[in-house]
């Protein structure tokens, strides 16, 4: 039996509940629609927003990109942020990150409206996640992880949850998430960054460990309880010192991860189509309450 989550087939559930929300959305005469702002030519944002782009086709959401120079200024960044926010065709904008040096990206997530914030990365959604409120839009990395570990069939109640990593995009908003009171949360969630002391311990604890800090295949055999469910968000481009040849690996020695773990997701095939899945969700929810 294998102990892998499958985060494609995982993700295709979700995208078919997806599916039939932008159904009813169509027989109102409402086709949701996604603005993608890509600043620069960083090659991995080129694959993630193109993959975006192609789920979004698949499932008749319409989507545009705005691929901007690098050499962009913030005002003008802020003005297209501006414009997109009182236009009705778009009910979600994302702007991709990284974003160049000298634009201040915190400054940008703040401008785009709440309402099409489909990232959730603006202070208000953030605030409101913190507070427990489900009216806002929950980042889609967190959002995907709890949703493998509901569909997956891990239990959250009481667990203790790890996560390796405190960054905005994943362990912050992972960690609001988990603790919240309810059934898919009530976690005892722990967040272990590069100040930490002791990090082996604190992961050899946990019966959900998830590792988001960004360093690859930094979680080893020695580091999990025997059961655990490990959740690698990481991706990072490694190149080999002989070969010189790159390739992309997790936060997670997967090899010797495996025969430890109780479950695990595969990196491709694990967080990665859960965020995507979650994007589109989020794009439909914003486009429901936007023509409420
Ligand atoms: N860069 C890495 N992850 C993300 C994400 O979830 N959203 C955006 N906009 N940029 C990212």
Not at 23 to 35: C, E, F, M, N, S
Not at 118 to 125: A, C, M, T
Not at 213 to 233: C, L, N, Q
Request: include cysteine.
């Amino acid at each position: 039996m294998t102990n892998l989550i499958d985060g494609r087939a995982f993700a295709r559930q979700v995208h078919t509940e997806t599916a039939s929300r932008i159904g009813d959305l169509a027989r109102r005469g409402v086709q949701p629609g996604l603005l993608f702002i890509r600043v620069g030519e960083d090659p991995a944002s080129q694959v993630y927003v193109g993959m975006k782009e192609k789920k979004a086709a698949e499932l008749g959401i319409h989507s545009e990109t705005l691929v901007l120079p690098q050499s962009t200024s913030e005002q003008s960044l802020l003005e297209l942020i501006k414009a997109a926010n009182h236009d009705s065709r778009w009910h979600g904008i994302l702007v991709q990150a990284p974003l160049p040096r000298g634009i201040d990206a915190a400054r940008v997530f703040s401008q785009v409206d709440p309402r099409k914030d489909v990232d959730g990365f603006h202070p208000l959604n953030a605030g409101r996640l913190l507070l427990g409120e489900t009216d806002g839009f929950t980042p889609c990395t967190p959002a995907g992880v709890q949703e493998l570990l509901v569909r997956s069939g891990t239990p959250t109640e009481g667990a203790e949850v790890v996560i390796l990593g405190r960054g905005n995009i994943v362990g912050k908003p992972l960690a609001s998430l988990l603790m919240q009171r309810g059934t898919r949360a009530n976690g005892t969630v722990t967040i272990v960054h590069s100040a930490s002391r002791d990090i082996e311990s604190h992961c050899r604890r946990a019966d959900i460990l998830v590792a988001a800090m960004g360093a690859p295949e930094f979680v080893r055999g020695s580091m999990v309880k025997p059961g655990a469910v490990v959740i690698d968000v990481g991706v990072n481009r490694v190149s080999d010192s002989m070969t010189g040849i790159s390739r992309l690996v997790g936060d997670v020695a997967f090899a010797e991860v495996q025969p430890i773990a109780g479950k695990i997701t595969p990196n491709p095939g694990g967080v990665g189509p859960m965020t995507i899945a979650m994007l589109m969700a989020n794009t439909v929810k914003a486009a429901e309450l936007l023509s409420a």
